[in-house]
């Protein structure tokens, strides 16, 4: 599993458990004023496609300036914007998410991980990106602790574990951010981190790891890593054949390092 099908699958698992308004701190949940506001909402959930919920959620925002959905609104846009790869405006609309909800933790992991992903080694900037993406993950951790449940219904077994979800994306943009700086230690420690707290192991993530603890000679480690992605059903052709070269590569280099 992706980084982007782990979001898919958390953003449908926040939608079917009525967890969506739970990706914010903010204990106050919102609430429609009026029929037409509640179908504009609407149209946001039922849209079939990213473009069709970036459209509804600029329709409410729009329409609707005063409405207590617009973080959320603008959450789900931003992550709209991540399927399609434009991860320019991913930063834009959990920037304006943010503006409307300071504690709207899901936002500061978005950009986290879009700075992570589009920071390059050589780049100008990188330090500047790479700082806002780690201040992003920490103040995101710190509202995750805190969070209030969403509703009573929800036990505080499963809450524990939506938490955590959460929580392993914070990690996952912190090793990203390690990894351009070829930290490869503090890689290895946040990528294990973010394995250990996700409800579904991500293969992708796995290989990485074992990347990472490979750079610091943890060969066992990485080829135990290795060996979670390879017996995954769920991972990807190019992911298992990824994970198959790179515990070759950690088998020799085992082997010349005795």
């Given amino acids: 599993m992706t980084r982007l099908s782990l979001s898919k699958a958390l953003l449908a698992a926040a939608f079917a458990c009525a967890l969506l308004p739970a990706q914010t701190a903010n204990p ?4 429609p004023k009026g029929p037409k506001e509640a179908e504009a909402i609407q149209a946001i959930f039922t849209a079939q496609d ?4 970036i459209a509804a959620a600029n329709n409410l925002v729009t329409k609707f300036s005063d409405t207590e959905f617009k973080a959320t609104a603008l959450y789900i846009a931003a992550f709209s914007y991540q399927q399609k790869g434009d991860l320019e405006n991913v930063i834009v609309y959990s920037e304006k998410c943010l503006e409307a909800d300071p504690k709207f933790y899901a936002a500061q992991l978005m950009i986290a991980n879009a700075l992570a992903m589009r920071t390059k080694e050589f780049d100008l900037d ?18 995750i602790e805190s969070a209030p449940k969403p509703r009573p219904d929800i036990t505080d077994e499963q809450w ?45 993530l796995m290989v990485r790891l074992a990347s990472c603890q490979m750079n610091i000679k943890k060969y066992d480690e990485a080829i135990a890593s290795l060996d979670k992605a390879l017996t995954d059903p769920n991972a990807a052709p190019q992911v298992k054949q990824a994970a198959t070269q790179l515990k070759m590569d950690a088998n020799k280099a085992k082997a010349a390092a005795k």
């Fill in 160 to 204: 524990a574990a939506a938490k955590k979800d959460f929580a392993a994306q914070a990690y996952e943009a912190q090793a990203f951010g390690a990894l351009v700086r070829k930290k490869y230690d503090v890689c290895a420690e946040k990528f294990a981190l973010a394995a250990a707290n996700a409800s579904q192991t991500d293969p992708a």
């Fill in 50 to 53: 990213p473009d069709g919920r």
């Fill in 28 to 31: 106050k949940p919102p609430q």
């Fill in 126 to 143: 990188r330090e500047e990106k790479l700082g806002r993406s780690e201040k992003m993950a920490a103040a995101a951790l710190a509202q």
